[in-house]
Each structure stands twice: as structure tokens, then as C-alpha cells.
């Protein structure tokens, strides 16, 4: 389903809501990224999708080897295999509230990032085909040096790509959050900034 957007569009419409509209908000971490997705497809003139907006318009511009879906040409051999987590380890690693969020079926963080049958897909270490779908939440691909141009040119007014003060200024101005301390809030609100780069 994730390699057909449009069916994914359907699907995402369809949905219902799980509790009051704006009383909450605390979508799936890779949700989040086709929702905003499918925001770009429609008002793009071209209905480019985000890897393609974020390709012409951002990565070709800078010169970055960074991609929303690798491209064909890039040879897997180039790209790092990706390991389960001691997920025991992980878990004891966290503070203890967030721990805590992350075993209770209940909480938004479990609901958010832990509910995700497809989230395991990256792992396949036989064949690499989540490199064929863009998944604009967890599916971006580059080079760590190409991240930090990105990340550098958005933190230095962004004059390479004219962006305007005021879109900058929107990018970073304060989320507002629901309840005090959400943390899916603040994960959500992170999330969005991110991917609009």
C-alpha cells in the first residue's frame, strides 16, 4: 500500500478519529509524514510527491546525496544494513516516564511509534526494497555529510534556496502544545518542522 498513494490517500481519509477533533494530538510518527505528503501532492502544481518536491527544490539545488526514495542508480552496496536493537537494553536505557510510555499499550507514545506492523520492513537484510518507497517520516536516505549541509542551510537563513524570513521564522517559532508536557505533542510538532525540510 505504501507504493500506491493514491490508495493510501483513500485509506487516510477514511480514517476516523480516535478522539475529539483538537482536543489531542498525537498521530503514528510515520502517519505524520503522509498526511503532510499528501498535503504537498495537492496543492503542487505538478502533484509532485514530497521526495520529488524535496529533490528539486532542496536536495539538486545544495548538491546533497540525501533522498526521500533512492533513486535507482545507487547501488546497494552503498548503503549501511540495518540491525535490530536490543530492545531490552534500549528500553533500560530510557528515563524512567518514558520507559514507562513505551511498554503501556495505552499511552500515545506506544500508539504514536510502537503500534506498526510495517515498521520492521527497513530490516529485511535479504532484499533492500523499502529503498523503492518514500516514506517521508523514517524512509530519508543520504550521507551524514549531506544532512548537516541541509540542516545548516535551514539554521543559517537559507539563503541558498531564497527562502524567505518569515518561512523561517514559522519553522521555528514555538508548537503550541494541548497539555503542558505532551510529549507527542512536542514529538508531532518536531516531526512536522523536520519533514518540511
Not at 536493537?85 to 514507562?100: D, E, V, Y
Request: net charge positive; glycine share 8%.
Amino acid at each position: 500500500m505504501v507504493a500506491d498513494l493514491d490508495r493510501m490517500a483513500k485509506m487516510i481519509e477514511r480514517q476516523k478519529p480516535v478522539w475529539k477533533p483538537g482536543s489531542k494530538n498525537a498521530y503514528h510518527a510515520i502517519t505524520l509524514g503522509f498526511y503532510e505528503g499528501e498535503i504537498i501532492r495537492r496543492v503542487d502544481p505538478a502533484h509532485r510527491t514530497i521526495g520529488k518536491v524535496f529533490q528539486e527544490e532542496i536536495a539538486n539545488p545544495l548538491g546533497l546525496d540525501l533522498y526521500i526514495r533512492l533513486p535507482a542508480d545507487i547501488a546497494n552496496s552503498r548503503l549501511a544494513t540495518l540491525k535490530q536493537a536490543n530492545m531490552l537494553k534500549a528500553l533500560f536505557g530510557l528515563p524512567f516516564k518514558l520507559a514507562l510510555s513505551v511498554i503501556n499499550p495505552k499511552s500515545d507514545f506506544f500508539r504514536a511509534l510502537m503500534v506498526n506492523p510495517g515498521a520492521m520492513v527497513a530490516l529485511d537484510e535479504d532484499t533492500i526494497f523499502a529503498r523503492e518507497l518514500e516514506v517521508p517520516s523514517g524512509g530519508g536516505v543520504g550521507t551524514a555529510r549531506s544532512m548537516a549541509k541541509a540542516y545548516s542551510v535551514f539554521a543559517t537563513g537559507g539563503a541558498e534556496l531564497q527562502l524567505q524570513k518569515t518561512t523561517l521564522d514559522a519553522l521555528a517559532a514555538p508548537q503550541h502544545l494541548h497539555r503542558a508536557g505532551d510529549l507527542m505533542n512536542a514529538c508531532a510538532a518536531m516531526s512536522i518542522t523536520l519533514s518540511v525540510l
